[in-house]
Nanobody, 123 residues
Framework: QVQLVESGGGLVQPGGSLKLSCAAS????????LGWFRQAPGKEREFVAA????????IYAPSVKGRFTVSRDNAKGTVYLQMNSLKPEDTAVYSC????????????????WGQGTQVTVSS
């Protein structure tokens, strides 16, 4: 069992940056692949980024590649999402998720989910 808690969301102007954190409790954090997903009002959940159990397994959605960076600290049981050059269309609730499976952009492959943190990009 893994419990995930996101933090770091907020209001930021276009072009700004935010860093999201997702802290995990439970055992064997290093054995999970970790993903970030987002859901905007009236839209379906979409994949943002994921990081595997081993380096250099990382994948990004085309819409965020080059602007967002995912990383993990297994000693701290935390996964991060550094978001730069934010755009209004990045506004959404961002959730982290943990999977016992291999690295994947598919939400159904993830076993545990956090509650999410709101990110709003607006001037």
């Amino acid at each position: 069992q893994v419990q995930l808690v996101e933090s770091g969301g907020g209001l930021v102007q276009p072009g700004g940056s935010l860093k999201l954190s997702c802290a995990a409790s439970g055992r064997a954090f290093s054995t999970y692949s970790l993903g970030w997903f987002r859901q905007a009002p009236g839209k379906e959940r979409e994949f943002v980024a994921a990081i595997g159990r081993r380096s250099p397994g990382i994948i990004y959605a085309p819409s965020v590649k080059g602007r967002f960076t995912v990383s993990r600290d297994n000693a701290k049981g935390t996964v991060y999402l550094q978001m730069n050059s934010l755009k209004p269309e990045d506004t959404a609730v961002y959730s982290c998720a943990a999977s016992r499976d291999y690295l994947s952009p598919i939400a159904s492959r993830y076993d545990y989910w956090g509650q999410g943190t709101q990110v709003t990009v607006s001037s």
